[in-house]
């Protein structure tokens, strides 16, 4: 079954703990981005990845790190997470095409909360 | 930045009632996509608009793409319980999947 999933679902954390929120997926996409979706907001880009070795920033991105050493893996690390970091995280990937046609499949989601 | 801002927020309607969302984008957009939320759950893709003053329809869910490409909006006739979710547009400005979301609408339904 084609899905992106992500490890933990919840997480519960203290501020200051580095924690990595893993993100995987098995359609062979090119494309992976995470989102936070806060109430009010919306969804909003963190950081995304255009092709393994390949990220840049999203529109906030402060806080967070990101890698993509493989084309099925995309983690988000908080190396100090604070309380304004409790939110709800997407992940999610697409595919990269000339047309300009795609559509991104999501990940069901990391609840974390920062105390 | 790039801004895209969707109203309303909330929306409450007898089932049965007609609904619509509208996608407002301070810049030119290259195309403008459309997810629906169920509570607790993911986005899900809906469609995508490229062209503009796109029309499109999926059963009773009618989407368009304004004709200048800065707007868009989501209708829904006869709303069932099923339809209960957020649905959300976001625009992509540089065709390059950097997709910018609107707040939201949430509908729910009375049935």
């Known amino acids: 079954e084609a899905q992106v999933t992500q490890n933990p679902r919840y997480l519960i954390t203290v501020t200051g703990k580095k924690l990595t929120v893993t993100c995987s997926q098995n359609?062979?996409?090119?494309?992976m981005s995470w989102y936070r979706q806060d109430p009010g907001l919306g969804l909003r880009q963190i950081y995304y990845?255009?092709?393994?070795?390949?990220?840049d920033k999203g529109d906030v991105p402060e806080g967070y790190k990101v890698s993509r050493k493989e084309k099925r893996n995309f983690p988000l690390i908080l190396e100090s997470p604070s309380p304004n970091q409790t939110s709800l995280y997407f992940c999610?990937?697409?595919?990269?095409?000339?047309?300009?046609?795609?559509?991104?499949?999501f990940g069901p989601g990391t609840r974390l909360t920062v105390t | 930045g790039q801004q895209v801002m969707q109203i309303p927020q909330y929306q409450h309607v007898q089932e049965g009632e007609d609904f619509t969302t509208y996608c407002n984008s301070s810049?030119?957009?290259?195309?403008i996509q459309w997810y629906k939320q169920r509570p607790g759950g993911h986005p899900v893709f809906l469609i995508q608009?490229?062209?503009?003053?796109e029309v499109k329809k999926q059963k009773r869910l009618t989407f368009q793409f304004g004709e200048a490409k800065k707007n868009s909006s989501l209708h829904i006739t006869a709303t069932q319980t099923t339809d209960v979710g957020t649905y959300f547009c976001?625009?992509?400005?540089?065709?390059?999947?950097?997709?910018?979301f609107g707040q939201g609408t949430r509908l729910t339904i009375n049935p």
């Open positions: 976001a625009g992509d400005s540089k065709g390059a999947q950097k997709l910018v």
């Open positions: 608009l490229v062209k503009s003053g």
């Open positions: 359609m062979n996409h090119e494309y």
């Open positions: 999610a990937s697409s595919l990269m095409v000339a047309s300009g046609k795609y559509e991104q499949y």
């Open positions: 990845s255009m092709n393994v070795e390949v990220t």
């Open positions: 810049t030119t957009l290259s195309n």
